[in-house]
C-alpha cells in the first residue's frame, strides 16, 4: 500500500508524490500508460536499504498539476525534476526513469549533471542514439498514432480502457499484468483532461524533434551524458529497437552500465522486481 499523497511546487506547478524512507534522495519517475504505484514493490525496497524515496505524479497526471502551456515536452521534465530536487530541499538526488520518466531523467543529467548524482534508466536508450528508421516507426508507432489526440482519448476511453491492457500485452508479452495493478493507471487517467495531458507528451516530442523550436531541446538530450548511468532493457520489450541500444556507448562520457534481461518486456522494474532493486542497490551504494 502506498503512503498518503504529498504536494510540493516546483517548476511553476504542483506535484503530488508518494515519499518513504530516510536518506539521500531517490526519484521514481514513471511513464505511459503509468503511475507512481509502478514502483509499489520498488520503493519501500530502496527506502529499507537507507534512502528518501520519493515518487512524484508526472506533470499533467492528477493530482499533480496540468501544464497551462501544455508544455509536456522532454525540456520541460527534465526542468521538473532538477526543480523538485530543490523543492524537496536537496541538492542532489539519484534518479531512476521508466519510459517518459527516462526520457526527463536524461534531460535532467544534462541539463543540471551537478544535480544528478546516479541515473539508473529503464527502456529507454539515450535520446542521441534514437534513430527514425522502419524498425523503429514498427516498433513505436504508438508515436505516430497518438498524435491524432481526440481519436486516441475516445480509443483509450472505450470498453473500461481495454486499451491500456492491450497497451502491456504488446509492450510486455510475458508479463501477465493483473487486473488490479492497473486499477490506479485507468483510476488515474480516468480523471479530466489526464489523458489528454499524458497524450501531450507525444505531442510535445514530435515538435521538438522536428520544429524550428526544438532545436535546443534537441542539442542537450543529445549531448554526451557524464552522469554514471546504469540502463536496463528487457529483450522481449514491444517497444523498443534493440538496435539503439549497441548505438549508446558513444552517447556517455561518464561510466555507463546496460543490463539486457531476457524473457522480459517493457516493464522490467515491475516484471522482475527482485532482481531489479538488487541490481539498482549495487549501483547506487
Not at 503530488?16 to 524512507?21: N, V
Not at 541515473?119 to 513505436?140: D, M, S
Not at 487517467?189 to 531541446?217: C, D, Q, V
Not at 552517447?251 to 531476457?262: A, H, I, K, L, Q
Request: charged residues 20%; contains cysteine; aromatic residues 12%.
Amino acid at each position: 500500500m502506498q503512503s498518503e499523497i504529498k504536494y510540493v511546487r516546483a517548476n511553476g506547478l504542483r506535484f503530488g508524490y508518494f515519499e518513504q524512507g530516510i536518506g539521500p534522495l531517490i526519484i521514481l519517475l514513471h511513464g505511459f500508460p503509468d503511475t507512481p504505484h509502478t514502483w509499489n514493490f520498488v520503493q519501500p525496497q530502496l527506502a529499507q536499504a537507507g534512502y528518501r524515496v520519493v515518487a512524484p505524479f508526472m506533470r499533467g497526471y492528477p493530482p499533480s498539476d496540468i501544464s497551462a502551456n501544455k508544455d509536456y515536452g522532454v525540456l520541460a521534465l527534465g526542468q521538473d525534476i532538477v526543480a523538485l530536487i530543490e523543492a524537496l530541499g536537496e541538492k542532489q538526488a539519484i534518479v531512476i526513469g521508466h519510459d517518459w520518466g527516462a526520457f526527463a531523467a536524461y534531460a535532467a543529467a544534462n541539463l543540471s549533471p551537478q544535480s544528478i548524482r546516479k541515473l539508473v534508466v529503464v527502456a529507454i536508450p539515450h535520446p542521441g542514439a534514437l534513430r527514425f528508421n522502419l524498425q523503429t516507426l514498427i516498433k513505436t508507432h504508438h508515436f505516430l498514432t497518438f498524435q491524432f489526440r481526440s481519436w486516441a482519448v475516445k480509443r483509450l476511453r472505450r470498453d473500461n480502457m481495454s486499451e491500456i491492457n492491450a497497451i502491456y500485452r504488446r509492450w510486455s508479452p510475458n508479463w501477465q499484468v493483473s487486473e488490479l495493478e492497473l486499477a490506479p493507471v485507468k483510476e488515474t487517467l480516468r480523471m479530466p483532461k489526464a489523458l489528454e495531458g499524458a497524450l501531450g507528451y507525444y505531442l510535445s516530442f514530435r515538435r521538438e524533434a522536428i520544429g524550428r523550436k526544438g532545436a535546443a531541446t534537441r542539442q542537450l538530450i543529445r549531448q554526451q551524458t557524464s552522469t554514471p548511468t546504469l540502463a536496463f532493457f528487457g529483450v522481449e520489450d514491444g517497444a523498443l529497437d534493440q538496435s539503439s541500444i549497441s548505438r549508446t556507448r558513444s552517447c556517455y562520457s561518464g561510466p555507463y552500465e546496460v543490463v539486457r534481461v531476457p524473457k522480459v518486456g517493457h516493464f522490467l522494474h515491475r516484471e522482475i522486481p527482485e532482481e531489479f532493486v538488487r541490481r539498482v542497490l549495487a549501483f547506487i551504494q
